[in-house]
């Protein structure tokens, strides 16, 4: 597996954290850089499942028509919690493998949010956690 497209190296800073994949990378740009690969003709638009290659995502209609752009940048606006002006399809416009431009995001960030975790929050003391919430009599 050392020399396989599929292997990537685990971040030495990560600690025990999950390594972001090489399809989520930093671009000549600046801003973050998506592999994605399309599968047309399906029930639900979904993000299917995320590789050290692509990003698969199922799209409802074919992968041809300027109407799957559309699509695609919908999807991963609202998976992302981005507006579609920070969302550009830099490749692949009219084939099944496309390269999504993500502005005023980190790769860590798309690739927890592609894997639908929530945000981290911090503490009333600062420290790192997720907030409690309130409880129901709260504001009686």
Same mark, same amino acid.
């Given at each position: 597996?050392?020399?396989?497209?599929?292997?990537?190296?685990?971040?030495?800073? &990560?600690?025990?954290?999950?390594?972001?994949?090489?399809?989520?990378?930093?671009?000549?740009?600046?801003?973050?850089? @998506?592999?994605?690969?399309?599968?047309?003709?399906?029930?639900? &638009?979904?993000? &299917?499942?995320?590789?050290?290659?692509? @990003?698969?995502?199922?799209?409802?209609?074919?992968?041809?028509?300027?109407?799957?752009?559309?699509?695609?940048?919908?999807?991963?606006?609202?998976?992302?919690?981005?507006?579609?002006?920070?969302?550009?399809?830099?490749?692949?416009?009219?084939?099944?493998?496309? @390269?999504?431009? @993500?502005?005023?995001?980190?790769?860590?960030?798309?690739? &927890?949010?592609?894997?639908?975790?929530?945000?981290?929050?911090?503490?009333?003391?600062?420290?790192?956690?997720?907030?409690?919430?309130?409880?129901?009599?709260?504001?009686?």
């Amino acid at each position: 597996m050392d020399r396989s497209v599929t292997s990537y190296q685990r971040d030495a800073g &990560a600690g025990d954290r999950v390594p972001v994949p090489p399809c989520i990378r930093v671009g000549d740009s600046g801003n973050v850089e @998506v592999s994605i690969e399309i599968e047309d003709r399906q029930q639900h &638009a979904t993000i &299917a499942k995320i590789t050290a290659d692509h @990003v698969r995502v199922h799209i409802t209609g074919s992968a041809n028509h300027d109407s799957a752009q559309q699509e695609i940048l919908a999807l991963m606006a609202k998976t992302l919690s981005l507006r579609l002006t920070n969302l550009t399809l830099l490749r692949g416009t009219s084939n099944r493998h496309k @390269v999504l431009v @993500v502005e005023m995001l980190t790769t860590r960030q798309v690739y &927890a949010r592609l894997r639908g975790l929530p945000p981290p929050q911090r503490r009333a003391d600062g420290q790192p956690g997720y907030r409690k919430g309130k409880p129901w009599h709260h504001g009686l």
